[in-house]
């Protein structure tokens, strides 16, 4: 499907519909009538068209701002990445993208402007040694993308599957259900965006559909942590991949999986993980490290105390993502902290809970930052994360 998009001449896209039973053509709005004098007297009518809130700033010539249906469904974000030039049908005007402009019919200006159709040949542009342009890139599509919806949530990976073939084509690095083996350690710290309301929890799925270390796992938006120059020169990755293992769903290299994992070589401290209720009945999770202050971690989704097998006669606490319906209460309990990338004088990692359903392997439970007096104590050990 992305390389119809890709070899298209134009495509025509239906912006302001939200399903295919919806009109691409809508009526137009009609022209606001305003009298007018001249200084002679004379009275003429003008015509003019309401300019909507899609300009964030018409003085300033910035680009319209896409509003509609479309741009909140997942799917047709790839289409719109990997296309050459776009005509946009609003719900008010017609609007013309390609790689180096967006104009519409109230501010048809030349100037250019950055667009969505330019983001990965610009990548492949900057190519180097260190692709650092594609890493960029896919992670902004990725931010973009978590916020969008899907029919069928199983989908999740399948939908994004056209823009990971030109990061693999051009960096020829190994996928790992939504992560890149070349750019793992920073692709690990994705953590889930802040709810735009307070009291509504995010949980985990109640069936798989890709591995916890992946941002596939949520349906929620997901952010990286996006260096500056000076900021990348100073990160060294703090891991060693051993070996990841991925069964596919189907047919597609890049597409659904039905199971994977990662085998990482790094430095773990042992921590306890703390629970608290705020007012707002939203939850927080505090780390509590030896030599350390207490440390706010940015959790993935709510978070639940277990028992899981250590041993066939033995069980033992741990902490795992919750599901929607699990009974969520206060607890102190012990986790894996892996630390992940250096900068500085600061580590940044995942927080680890034991797996109920791969035997001595690790979910991810979500990310931290510390200052790297508190991993001194740190050995180096063998992880499997699920």
């Known amino acids: 499907m992305g390389g119809i998009y890709e070899n298209s001449y134009v495509t025509i896209s239906a912006t302001n519909s939200g399903n295919s039973k919806t009109r691409c053509l809508v009526d137009r709005l009609k022209p606001i009538k305003i009298m007018y004098e001249s ?4 009275e003429f009518v003008i015509g003019a068209r309401k300019v909507e809130d899609h300009h964030p700033d018409a003085k300033e010539g910035l680009p319209a701002k896409l509003m509609g249906p479309l741009t909140l469904r997942a799917w047709v974000l790839q289409e719109h990445v990997l296309s050459t030039r776009i005509f946009h049908y609003t719900a008010v005007e017609l609007l013309f993208e390609c790689k180096t402009s967006f104009r519409c019919e109230t501010l048809p200006s030349r100037k250019s402007h950055p667009t969505t159709l330019s983001l990965i040949p610009k990548a ?28 069928i949530p199983n989908d999740k990976l399948p939908a994004i599957a056209g823009i990971a073939s030109k990061i693999k084509e051009t960096t020829g690095s190994w996928y790992i259900a939504g ?17 735009k309301s307070p009291g509504t929890p995010v949980y985990a799925l109640d069936t798989y559909r890709a591995p916890t270390f992946s941002w596939a796992s949520l349906d929620h938006p997901i952010v990286y942590y996006t260096p500056d120059a000076d900021d990348r020169e100073k990160l060294r ?41 705020q007012r707002d009945e939203d ?9 350390t202050n207490p440390i706010r971690i940015l959790n993935d989704c709510v978070l639940v105390e277990a028992n899981v097998n250590a041993t066939t006669s033995l069980k033992v606490k741990t902490v795992q993502r919750a599901q929607m319906g699990s009974s969520v209460s206060q607890f102190k309990t012990p986790v894996l902290c892996l630390s992940v990338v250096r900068y500085d004088t600061w580590i940044s990692g995942v927080v680890l809970g034991l797996s109920a359903r791969v035997s001595k392997a690790y979910d991810r439970l979500g990310t931290f930052s510390v200052g790297i007096e508190g991993f001194k104590k740190a050995d180096k050990k063998d992880v499997i994360i699920v």
């Open 283 to 291: 939850w927080e999770y505090t780390l509590l490290i030896k030599g």
């Open 179 to 195: 992560l890149w083996k070349y750019n793992l350690a920073s692709d690990l710290l994705w953590s889930a965006a802040p709810t």
């Open 237 to 277: 990755p703090t891991i060693t991949q051993l070996s990841s293992k991925t069964a596919l769903a189907g047919l597609n290299a890049l597409g659904s999986v039905s199971d994977a994992s990662l085998r990482l070589l790094g430095s773990c401290l042992s921590a306890l993980l703390c629970s608290s209720q």
């Open 124 to 151: 492949v542009a900057k190519n180097n040694d260190t692709f650092n342009a594609m890493w960029d890139a896919w992670q902004h599509v990725v931010e973009q993308y978590s916020q969008r919806k899907l029919t």
């Open 39 to 42: 200084t002679t007297g004379k």
